[in-house]
């Protein structure tokens, strides 16, 4: 159980100048919204130095910025986030920063959530969601029609690989499944998708195609709609949340890096923080090794990605 804690003050107390562990700990520094920072001594080299835990530089105590991204993906709207502390905290941020940690802090965690190994079942599925992007929220240039697609293991629940992009083209399409492949490598046996034209070939190019069977080196589950076929309920569900939680953007405004940004911490809230009824638990505890010990799993998980 300790050994996340143990490994992190491990890394964190090498010296930035020398790498050395010969650090001990100096005079404590008082911030403004961060309280007392810590400064370490190293004793090789003499030089002094914090420790970035994630939150070096910002203006904002991490308990803040952790509470605005946690209440952003259970459904409340940056602009109520911003009314919520500005009744709370003296001194307040503007709905923009609110909206800056929420891309920040989601890249910088599924960045590390990205690397961990997963133990996933034998099928996955794909799908698509369609997305209204405004171009800019100031100027009227109009609507782009995009897509998320996405994809998850029915079995652990957990969402292994997603992407926001423009259109759902044959690049995009491959691009998630090359995802899904390098994350679970020889777990997948089969992939369930809707009828779109780009998956069969995308799948054969990703996963190859046998000589000796005629065959996808996966099976290739296609779901018929107009036949009255439908996916289980594994992604069926996801959606129902997505869109739910989704509704209140108001549609995505802004660049598609952006709206990748804002679905990437969709996807750690789904597979990390919030339990999955099915499971009664988080997904990560099914598909991955990683121990959260905190309530504040977001913070942990930002700590764990500062390292
Ligand atoms: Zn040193």
Known sequence: MNNNKNKKQEVKNLCPKCKSNNTIKWTKRKTENR???????CKDCNKTFTIDDGFFRMRN??????????????????RKV?????AFYPHNADHTSILRWIRKYSVMISNYTNKLKLSVGAEIQIDEVEYHRRK???A??????????????PKTKFMVASNYVKSRGKEEIRAVIKDIKTRTEVQVKIITTDGLPAYPNAIKKVYGFSNK???TN?????VNASQGEGFNYAIERLHNNLRQRTKTFRGFHGSVESANAILKGFEVYYNFITKHQTINKCPYELATDLKLNSENKWLELIRLSSI
């Open 61 to 78: 105590h991490p308990k803040k910025i952790t509470c605005a991204i946690d209440l952003f993906y259970r459904g409340i709207s940056t």
């Open 82 to 86: 911003q009314e919520h502390f500005n």
């Open 35 to 41: 309280g007392l920072i810590q400064r370490y001594k």
């Open 140 to 153: 009227k240039l109009g609507n782009d029609k995009n897509f998320f697609i996405d994809s998850i293991c």
């Open 136 to 138: 800019s929220h100031k």
């Open 213 to 215: 069977t005629h065959q």
């Open 218 to 222: 996966v099976f290739h589950h296609r």
